[in-house]
């Protein structure tokens, strides 16, 4: 069987990791085996955004770099469809892979589906229900082009189910959460992040800002910033690690942060420990706001609605949008939830993938 994986922005390396791994536990058990081919489109190509990420999460070499790079998302999207389809074409596989929601995610699916090849789609079933963010839309036309749809959560089993997609869906966990296993304990002996930032545990709050929704619109990136700056005037740290189209946006508008401290984006394992320290993080990342709850910091996110509902119905994650005093009240209060839930798995996730993936592929060729 040849399975080729489409990979190509930040969170989607952190997803392949603990898949080439348990690709690689099967194909030692002498079972069908399963030929990998990676391709990395190139969404992002900034060391800090890519080669570190391969060199921490010890990622092979991608077999191919399509090299796509930035743009709108039509030109985005459409770059990497004619580039996936071309290796496709050449490669012949009998599944692709996908990874989440990003127009990368949406270019391997197509490209796919437009020739025939069954997708696995890991991350299916997420909804925020904004059609306002390119993400809802990729993840919902990921969906439907999908045959195996491997779901973190209930809600997400849900939805699928709400939108009459119910076969090939399969509840498998989050395989963040195999990567936050897998990674924390090297995490800890490698990296000298808190030390390096003269921080210590619990006396800082992590930020990120990232998504369209908010670095696009002048107006909430404004009132972010300024919620930052506020916190960390009235005597909490905040540490920011800018990503690029951030600090674009910021230096468009002549944004600049006068208490809060920015610094460049950090590497996987860095990120583990500056979240596992922090008092409490602010974000409006989707993975942040689970690593957060893995790790039991609070989080407050810069967002209108999440699909990680899980993680705010369980008290942890607090939904702020972008109003400044709201930001503050809810950093201040640091909501907490229980402790024992665990609705992400128990970090077998890319294991069972694999498992069900062999699975398909053997009913297929029985038949
Ligand atoms: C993308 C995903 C988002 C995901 C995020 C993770 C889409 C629609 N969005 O957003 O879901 O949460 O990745 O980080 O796919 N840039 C660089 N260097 C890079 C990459 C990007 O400077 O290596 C700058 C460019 O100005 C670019 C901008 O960042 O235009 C946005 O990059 P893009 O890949 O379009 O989206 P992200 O914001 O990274």
Same mark, same amino acid.
């Given at each position: 069987?040849?399975?080729?994986?489409?990979?190509?922005?930040?969170?989607?390396?952190?997803?392949?990791?603990?898949?080439?791994?348990?690709?690689?536990? #099967?194909?030692?058990?002498?079972?069908?085996?399963?030929?990998?081919?990676?391709?990395?489109?190139? /969404? @992002?190509?900034?060391?800090?955004?890519?080669?570190?990420?391969?060199? /921490?999460?010890?990622?092979?070499?991608? !077999?191919?770099?399509?090299?796509?790079?930035?743009?709108?998302?039509? =030109?985005?999207?459409?770059?990497?469809?004619?580039?996936? *389809?071309?290796?496709?074409?050449?490669?012949?596989? $009998?599944?692709?892979?996908?990874?989440?929601?990003?127009?990368?995610?949406?270019?391997?699916?197509?490209?796919?589906?437009?020739?025939?090849?069954?997708?696995? #789609?890991? =991350?299916?079933?997420?909804?925020?229900?904004? &059609?306002?963010?390119?993400?809802?839309?990729?993840?919902?036309?990921?969906?439907?082009? %999908?045959?195996?749809?491997?779901?973190?959560?209930?809600?997400?089993?849900?939805?699928?189910?709400?939108?009459?997609?119910?076969?090939?869906? #399969?509840?498998?966990?989050?395989?963040?959460?195999?990567?936050?296993?897998?990674?924390?304990?090297?995490?800890?002996?490698?990296?000298?992040?808190?030390?390096?930032?003269?921080?210590?545990? &619990?006396?800082?709050?992590?930020?990120?800002? @990232?998504?369209?929704?908010?670095?696009? !619109?002048?107006?909430?990136?404004?009132?972010?910033?300024?919620?930052?700056?506020?916190?960390?005037?009235?005597?909490?740290?905040?540490?920011?690690?800018? #990503?690029?189209?951030?600090?674009?946006?910021?230096?468009?508008?002549?944004?600049?942060?006068?208490?809060?401290?920015?610094?460049?984006?950090?590497?996987?394992? !860095?990120?583990?420990?500056?979240? &596992?320290?922090?008092?409490?993080?602010?974000? $409006?990342?989707? +993975?942040?706001? &689970?690593?957060?709850?893995?790790?039991?910091?609070?989080?407050?996110?810069?967002?209108?609605?999440? *699909?990680?509902?899980?993680?705010?119905? %369980?008290?942890?994650?607090?939904?702020?949008?972008? !109003?400044?005093?709201?930001?503050?009240?809810?950093?201040?209060?640091?909501?907490?939830?229980? +402790?024992?839930?665990?609705?992400?798995?128990?970090?077998?996730?890319?294991?069972?993938?694999?498992?069900?993936? %062999?699975?398909?592929?053997?009913?297929?060729? %029985?038949?």
């Amino acid at each position: 069987m040849k399975l080729v994986n489409v990979v190509g922005a930040r969170p989607q390396f952190i997803k392949i990791g603990p898949i080439l791994r348990a690709i690689d536990a #099967h194909n030692e058990k002498g079972e069908a085996r399963i030929d990998e081919v990676l391709i990395h489109t190139g /969404q @992002h190509y900034d060391a800090g955004l890519s080669k570190i990420f391969f060199e /921490q999460l010890q990622i092979k070499e991608p !077999d191919y770099n399509l090299g796509v790079g930035s743009g709108t998302q039509a =030109e985005q999207t459409g770059e990497m469809l004619k580039r996936i *389809e071309a290796v496709l074409l050449d490669e012949k596989p $009998d599944w692709v892979m996908v990874y989440g929601d990003t127009n990368t995610t949406l270019a391997g699916a197509l490209a796919a589906a437009k020739l025939h090849i069954p997708i696995a #789609h890991v =991350e299916a079933g997420l909804r925020s229900f904004n &059609k306002l963010m390119p993400e809802e839309i990729n993840r919902i036309l990921t969906d439907h082009m %999908s045959e195996l749809l491997f779901c973190p959560t209930q809600p997400a089993v849900e939805n699928l189910a709400n939108e009459g997609i119910t076969s090939g869906v #399969h509840q498998v966990g989050d395989v963040m959460y195999d990567s936050v296993l897998h990674y924390s304990a090297i995490a800890e002996g490698q990296s000298s992040i808190l030390e390096d930032l003269g921080l210590s545990n &619990k006396n800082y709050a992590l930020a990120t800002v @990232h998504r369209a929704e908010n670095t696009d !619109d002048a107006s909430r990136l404004r009132r972010i910033l300024s919620a930052l700056d506020r916190i960390a005037m009235e005597g909490l740290e905040v540490i920011l690690p800018i #990503h690029p189209r951030t600090r674009n946006r910021m230096s468009e508008l002549e944004l600049v942060l006068t208490h809060a401290r920015v610094i460049e984006p950090v590497s996987y394992l !860095d990120m583990l420990l500056l979240q &596992k320290n922090a008092h409490a993080i602010l974000t $409006d990342s989707g +993975g942040i706001q &689970k690593e957060a709850f893995f790790f039991r910091v609070p989080c407050v996110t810069l967002r209108d609605e999440t *699909e990680w509902v899980e993680t705010v119905e %369980s008290g942890w994650n607090t939904l702020v949008g972008a !109003d400044v005093e709201t930001i503050c009240r809810a950093t201040e209060q640091r909501a907490t939830g229980g +402790g024992d839930a665990s609705f992400y798995g128990e970090g077998h996730a890319a294991e069972e993938m694999i498992n069900h993936l %062999s699975d398909s592929m053997a009913l297929i060729t %029985s038949n």
